[in-house]
């Protein structure tokens, strides 16, 4: 398995602010995912983070509401832009690390709330 | 649009008892996976089904895989409270592309009951 932690592990947040989450992998992975989970639904994957180029975006996620950097092949970040309370989720990063076993492992979770 | 789908979404079951988790999906893909979710914590791999007939079992749980009828099921056999929590399936639609992008089902919140 792959271990892997994100900063921080819950907010709480303004209407109109910005919020960065760090998500770190304890070693070098291709490909690394962000997700949403709205409180009591399943997850919808936000964003492919790329290494060394821009992230590629799902159907209704854009880079300027959550602009995603990819450093290295063990860290990225997502951030959540001019948030509103329809923002409130956890957010998760993902990784596959053998390609192949195909096998993705997912970060404990950033749970925001916005007021 | 590609979907996948559970059923049931709420399952409450008595302790020793047997039962099915469903999840249908509506592309063709031979990437499905499980995973566990406990209450307030993140996603716990389960299985990685890669191949039609594919079949997995750890413990109390068995997965499988028909990639014909795009479906795949979950069976809890001799279900004991630990095994309370919700179970997402979820399907690589592109999985000969290798993109990684998995899209998930609704969840099925399981509770067993001693």
């Known amino acids: 398995s792959a271990v892997i932690s994100q900063k921080p592990s819950r907010d709480i947040c303004q209407r109109g602010t910005s919020l960065t989450i760090q998500c770190q992998v304890d070693?070098?992975?291709?490909?690394m995912f962000w997700y949403r989970q709205q409180p009591g639904q399943s997850l919808t994957l936000i964003a492919t983070?790329?290494?060394?180029?821009?992230?590629?975006?799902e159907s209704g996620f854009v880079i300027d509401k959550f602009p995603i950097s990819r450093p290295n092949l063990t860290f990225s970040t997502l951030t959540v832009s001019n948030m509103s309370p329809e923002d409130s989720s956890i957010y998760l990063c993902?990784?596959?690390?053998?390609?192949?076993?195909?096998?993705?492992?997912f970060g404990p979770g950033t749970r925001l709330t916005v007021l | 649009e590609l979907k996948v789908e559970q059923n049931p979404l709420f399952l409450s079951m008595q302790e020793g008892k047997n039962y099915t988790i469903y999840c249908n999906y509506s592309?063709?893909?031979?990437?499905l996976y499980w995973y566990r979710q406990d209450p307030g914590k993140s996603l716990e791999s389960l299985f990685v089904?890669?191949?039609?007939?594919a079949v997995k079992q750890e413990g109390r749980l068995m997965a499988s895989l028909d990639t014909k009828a795009r479906l795949s099921t979950l069976h809890i056999t001799a279900a004991v409270h630990d095994l309370s929590a919700t179970y997402f399936c979820?399907?690589?639609?592109?999985?000969?592309?290798?993109?990684?992008?998995?899209?998930f089902g609704q969840g099925t919140t399981l509770q067993v009951k001693p």
């Open positions: 592309t063709t893909s031979d990437r």
């Open positions: 089904l890669l191949s039609n007939g």
């Open positions: 983070a790329n290494q060394g180029s821009e992230a590629t975006y």
């Open positions: 979820a399907v690589d639609p592109l999985s000969s592309s290798n993109t990684g992008k998995l899209i």
């Open positions: 070693s070098q992975v291709t490909m």
């Open positions: 993902s990784v596959e690390r053998d390609y192949g076993a195909h096998e993705q492992f």
